[in-house]
């Protein structure tokens, strides 16, 4: 059996509930006009996971919203992958800057 990446495994949620949890997220944020805090409190989850599971949704869905085509899943939001900002997207993005110049 090999080993999944990430020091917790068992705190993974699969791709399915990650995506219906945020699309009720963004439905109560965007659509209701419920803040982070409301949203988790009637989901009854930490307003950290509306606020992740929120941007992961949109940016799943970015590129479609450019006119491009679906890519892979972006990083999610405030993690080690994603530290901060909008994750970079080959579909939207392009490609991949080179690694010329770049100090260690």
């Known amino acids: 059996m090999t ?16 995506a219906t949890e945020g699309l009720a997220v963004v ?3 965007l659509g209701h006009g419920l803040s982070f805090r409301q949203a988790a409190g009637q989901l009854g989850m ?3 996971t509306a606020w992740r599971r929120h941007w ?3 940016d799943w ?7 491009r085509p679906p890519g892979p899943l972006p990083p999610q939001r405030g993690t080690r992958a994603c ?17 010329e110049g770049v100090r260690r």
């Open 3 to 18: 080993k999944k990446a990430g020091p917790y495994p068992r705190l993974r949620v699969p791709l399915p509930v990650k």
């Open 83 to 99: 530290p901060r900002g909008r994750p970079w997207m080959p579909t939207l993005d392009g490609p991949p800057p080179p690694n």
């Open 56 to 58: 992961f949704v949109l």
């Open 27 to 29: 439905d109560l944020v």
């Open 46 to 48: 930490s307003t950290s």
């Open 61 to 67: 869905l970015t590129p479609e919203r450019h006119g």
